[in-house]
């Protein structure tokens, strides 16, 4: 199994041994730097997935390590945790505003440094797979979120949302104002999952248009109606003046016919296990294709869900 590199960046040898043992029992591969100038060229050569890196040490400071590694592109998503004797606030004010990801003090826990290693290490692996549109997780997220459900034999909706008329409004205002169009609907769906969800809920960007939301069954249908009732109302910011009034917009098909297309709309499918077992994401996605094609067909925004029991 692949182990997740850690370089460690401390003159202090006691620290560096004591910090490498308790990373390497928990399963982490550990290199390690007794300077700052070897530390940088450390993490050119071996390209860690996290840095430990002490503030003081002698020639060049951990501030100034910091700073010169955040000046390569190439480590923007190699995260940095500082390691300091010092409880000083403006001394975690300037790492962090140097690039820093977090700050630990020590003497530590030896359980508080795994958990920061274990914590942010986390939260950049999902950063590298979220949409850089929305900021949301995409589909590898999305379907070890919907699998964990299932294996856990949680009770749980998958409500899959995607923008009607889409294509037409794109074609018409062009991809900047389609981006736009995203971004709103994304919004819209992450304030209402946090006013009506549950706290540990999910939500996904699968990419275009279409969105994923992964809660439980109580939840679902009061999340979607708030939505909607939100999206109806600030989509019309989307259009101008004379295609609001007229209520629809001109533009080419698929085909190449001029046609009349609606404002666009939000359609959702919802799946649950609570009446019929749901054994894969391939499994849900098959049902939520036929209730989103079944949503799609009323006009204006609608959602379906899924009551059978086979």
Known sequence: MFKKKILVIDDTEFMTKLISDVLMNEGYEVVTASNGR???????????DLVLLDVVMPDMDGFEVCRILREDEGNNLMPIIMLTAQDN????????????????????NTREL?????????????????????????????????????ATKQLFAVIYADLDNFKAYNDVY????????????????????????????????VGGDDFIIVSTPDKAEDIVKGIIEEF??????????????RGYIVTSNRQGQVMKFPLISISFAIVTNEVRELISHVQISEIAAELKKKAKSIPGSSYVKDRRKA
């Open 89 to 108: 606030e403006d001394d975690k004010l300037t790492g962090l505003e140097l690039g820093a990801d977090d700050y630990i003090t020590k003497p530590f």
């Open 38 to 48: 070897q530390g940088i060229e450390m993490v050119r050569i071996e390209k860690p």
């Open 232 to 245: 109806d109302i600030k989509s019309k910011s989307l259009y101008c003046e004379e295609d609001l009034k």
């Open 114 to 150: 795994v958990s920061r290693v274990r914590n942010t290490l986390r939260r950049i692996d999902r950063n590298r797979w979220a949409n850089p549109l929305t900021g949301l997780q995409g589909n590898i997220e999305i379907q070890s979120e919907i699998n964990q459900r299932i």
């Open 174 to 205: 062009g991809f900047a104002s389609g981006d736009r169009a995203i971004k709103l609907t994304a919004d819209i769906i992450v304030d209402n999952v946090r006013s009506y969800g549950n706290q540990n809920d999910f939500i996904g960007h």
